[in-house]
């Protein structure tokens, strides 16, 4: 029997200008060390990998939905470079404050959706390149100061697409900022 699983990662995407900077970040490096991986991937902030066939999807999608009504949209500042050299990692930070609160949707998202998942990123940063052979070259090409941010106000669903080996974007839920409608505990006293 056939597999109808697709391979889906539940994302923060940011603006295209931000996406268009950090490939000009991708492109450099590839200019100096050549191909790696990650250098075609889309700018973005993993918070959930996932496989689904289309009924768990449309419930996935559902539950993110349903997270995303009361969540109001956030600014993230990056001002630096940060690495995994254990597993030869470059990737720009989000800086501490912005940090906490990517770590906190993330966690409501992870928390929102019932799918099991094959990852969870639990340290919000986008990938510049993973794998990297000349890891120690990478970090000097990129030893520069960053300064940026962008707004979140949306996670998107992206779709595996095995024909170019990237993710697509498949669906954006946008933050809806309603008041969280959830009963509170009333004191009697």
Request: net charge positive; proline share 6%; aromatic share 10%.
């Amino acid at each position: 029997m056939e597999n109808l699983n697709q391979k889906y990662s539940i994302a923060i995407v940011p603006k295209p200008e931000i996406v268009l900077l950090i490939k000009s970040y991708k492109d450099l490096l590839a200019s100096k060390i050549g191909s790696y991986k990650s250098k075609n991937a889309m700018a973005h902030i993993t918070i959930k990998e996932i496989f689904a066939n289309e009924r768990e999807l449309e419930l996935t999608i559902k539950q993110l939905n349903r997270c995303c009504e009361n969540v109001f949209p956030f600014s993230v500042h990056c001002a630096d470079f940060g690495s995994y050299p254990s597993n030869k990692t470059i990737y720009i930070k989000p800086d501490l404050d912005s940090k906490k609160v990517l770590f906190e949707i993330m966690k409501k998202v992870q928390k929102s959706t019932s799918i099991k998942s094959n990852h969870i990123s639990s340290d919000p940063h986008i990938s510049i390149g993973r794998g990297i052979v000349k890891f120690e070259e990478a970090l000097e090409i990129l030893n520069f100061p960053l300064d940026f941010n962008f707004i979140v106000d949306a996670i998107v669903i992206r779709k595996f697409n095995p024909e170019i080996r990237q993710y697509e974007i498949y669906k954006t839920i946008p933050f809806l900022s309603l008041p969280n409608q959830e009963p509170q505990q009333m004191s009697l006293f």
